[in-house]
């Protein structure tokens, strides 16, 4: 279980999370969503312990983030940093090298489904591949918590729903939990569990995407949008 007890974060006098509270259960794939530079990279990052909140607490399974909390979380960043000489399985055979949990078997049943070669350099892949392999290196650790920033930003319509399929396939709800940012929702929101939706670096609501379905009749996105309104409302 993740919890955020009334956390602040600022980047030097931009405060990007004000006053957030929220447990996240495990077992679930929850969906963190909301407008361009409504915090949700910023709350990815203070949940994978690369940023310390300015303010508040935040726990994993009842610890704060340390070291051993941190071997934890398998985390997908929305940057580019694997290295260019490398190919595909070396970048694989590093990646067991590295995690102890990192499944190889795993790695290699994805490799086709996500019809990439293992033979190519990580350098010649194009960004939508290299979108893939980031996919491919998170998603093959076992560890309990899979936190990934815009993992399917940038895949091609035509492999993108079975891609987003795949995270069903491939990840173990009984041990795993998923924590994404997406605004991919038409597509995503038929494999998530739960929805988080931000603003102004604020939680504005969390629901279940059953509720939101069957209780108010409404897709992700036509909830989200619903809420955005509401609160412009408000403050007029
Ligand atoms: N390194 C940084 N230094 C200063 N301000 C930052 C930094 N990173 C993010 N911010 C600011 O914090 C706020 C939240 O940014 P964040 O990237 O978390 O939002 P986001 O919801 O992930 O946005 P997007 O959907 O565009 O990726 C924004 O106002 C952003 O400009």
Do not use: C
Request: charged letters at 25%; hydrophobic letters at 40%; proline letters at 3%.
């Amino acid at each position: 279980m993740i919890k955020f007890d009334a956390v602040y974060k600022k980047y030097f006098l931009n405060v990007a999370i004000k006053d957030f509270s929220i447990t996240l259960e495990k077992g679930n794939i929850i969906g963190i969503i909301g407008e361009n530079g409504s915090g949700k990279s910023t709350l990815l990052r203070l949940i994978a312990g690369l940023l310390n909140p300015s303010k508040g607490n935040i726990t994993v399974d009842g610890e704060h983030v340390s070291r051993e909390i941190r071997e934890k979380i398998a985390y997908l960043t929305d940057q580019d940093y694997y290295f260019p000489y490398f190919t595909i399985r070396e970048l694989m055979n590093y990646y067991h090298s590295q995690f102890s949990d990192f499944n190889i078997t795993k790695a290699e049943n994805m490799i086709d489904f996500l019809q990439l070669d293992p033979g190519t350099k990580i350098g010649h892949l194009s960004k939508g591949n290299r979108g893939r392999v980031k996919f491919l290196m998170t998603i093959s650790r076992n560890a309990p918590y899979i936190i990934m920033d815009e993992p399917f930003s940038g895949l091609d319509p035509m492999v993108r729903a079975s891609i987003i399929k795949g995270l069903i396939q491939f990840v173990d709800l009984s041990r795993q939990t998923v924590i994404l940012t997406t605004h991919e929702l038409k597509e995503v929101e038929s494999v998530l569990d739960e929805a988080v939706v931000l603003k102004a670096g604020r939680l504005l609501a969390k629901s279940s995407v059953e509720q939101i379905r069957e209780e108010l009749n409404m897709s992700v996105l036509e909830w989200m949008e619903h809420l955005y309104q509401e609160e412009k409302r408000l403050k007029a």
